[in-house]
Each structure stands twice: as C-alpha cells, then as structure tokens.
C-alpha cells in the first residue's frame, strides 16, 4: 500500500499500539509493516507545475504591459466622449457599494451633483 508520509507515520504508530496492547503478534505487525510503502514527495511534478505558473505569470504581465496603452486610450476615450459620462463616472465612484465598508463623503457628492446640474439638462438633474 503506498502511502504518503504522515500517513505511514499513523499506520505505524497504529500498528506499535496494536502491538503494545497485544492485539497483534510482531510477525502480523512485521507483516503490515512490510506491506506499505511509504513515498517520497514528488519533487519533479512540483517542479512542472511551478514552471507552466511561471509561464502563466509571464504571459500576464506582458500582455498587462502591451494592454497598458490600450487601456489609457479607452479610458481618455470615455472622458472626453461627453460630459454626462464624465458626470456618470464621478458618481458611480463616489458611492459605495457597501455602506459599511466605505465611508460616504457627503461635501464630494454634493460637489459632483452641482457640477452635474450644470451639466446636464433639467429633467435629468440630481437633487440632494
């Protein structure tokens, strides 16, 4: 039976308890004692696994470094494509998606809303 460490180290302290309380006889406990084998940590499939990871990490940060630029674009894209995305954006932002976890900062929303009245048409204007 083969068996990681820990366990042949149960099995064997099972079978001296076995032994000392003469459950067993030492050849049952010689027997299954010579049955398990206890194997080694496999050091060479660790070794493969850390290598595709790194792979992996490699591939990401290169594409996060070629993606850098492309993202600055999309971002400027949608700050300058009209004030009302702009105004949307800063709102988004400033509220919390959980009250409890982030504080609400009252003078900054009302600071985005003005600017959003003077922004945005009547019938789409933010009241306090």
Known sequence: MNVNKKQGKLINDTIDYWK???IIDNDTSQKLRD???IRPFDWKRLAKYSFWVSIACIIISVSAVL??????????????????????????????????????????????ISLSNKLLPNNLRFTL
């Not at 300058?80 to 995305?85: E, F, H």
């Open 20 to 22: 000392n309380s003469a």
């Open 35 to 37: 049955s398990i084998k």
């Open 67 to 112: 993606a850098d630029n492309i993202l600055i674009q999309l971002i400027e894209k949608i700050f300058t494509s009209s004030s009302v995305a702009l105004c949307i954006s800063f709102l988004l932002n400033d509220y919390p998606l959980s009250y409890t976890s982030l504080p609400y900062h009252a003078s900054s929303t009302a600071a985005v």
